[in-house]
């Protein structure tokens, strides 16, 4: 399958970064499954696996420590560009995040930042609004039915369940 070339855009801060080493492991009309290495060296992220919700608006990553256990379940609210004549998918960071940690705890991150870029015009009211749509309906999905329908896709893969 002739997968696509997938990049990351965020507006804060203003990037787009060709995600040269994420592997796809699995794409079709509902998500795409990515297995990667942490772009830059960090003390607390090593690796990890991301599924792609892109009809729903966010994206679900499995952050790894350098001893492959659990630092955490991080929710990214997106959307993206599909070009399908230069076969690329460009995911636009929407800013605000939902993280979740082993002990379940939950924290919601960065709406200062989805405030900020709009008071900056980095981003326009449809774009504030779509954000803020996709994190309700993520956190009705969470409330309502946990995070594990959301992470099963990639723990499928990891377990091989999923070929």
């Known amino acids: 399958m002739n997968y696509p070339v997938l990049y990351r855009k965020r507006f804060i801060p203003d990037e787009c970064v060709k995600l040269k080493d994420d592997e796809i492991l699995k ?23 991301s599924c792609y919700y892109l009809k729903d608006g966010y994206k679900v990553s499995k952050f790894l420590k350098e001893d ?7 929710f990214d609210i997106i959307t993206y560009d599909r070009d399908t004549e230069s076969n690329t ?17 939950m924290k919601i991150d960065d ?3 989805l405030s900020e870029a709009f008071e900056k015009k980095l981003i326009d009211e ?6 803020l749509l ?6 009705n999905e969470i409330y309502e039915n946990g995070i594990s329908s959301l992470t099963s896709p990639i723990e499928n ?5 999923d070929q």
């Open 126 to 131: 449809s774009l504030l609004k779509k954000s």
């Open 68 to 74: 492959n256990s659990l630092l955490c379940w991080y």
């Open 111 to 113: 709406l200062d930042e």
């Open 89 to 105: 998918l460009t995911v636009i960071d929407l800013l605000a995040d939902v993280i979740i940690y082993p002990d379940g705890k």
């Open 27 to 49: 794409l079709d009309d509902s998500v795409i499954i990515t297995k990667w290495k942490a772009l830059k060296k960090r003390c607390d992220i090593s690796s990890g696996y």
């Open 134 to 139: 996709s994190l309700n309906r993520l956190l």
């Open 157 to 161: 893969i990891i377990s091989g369940q």
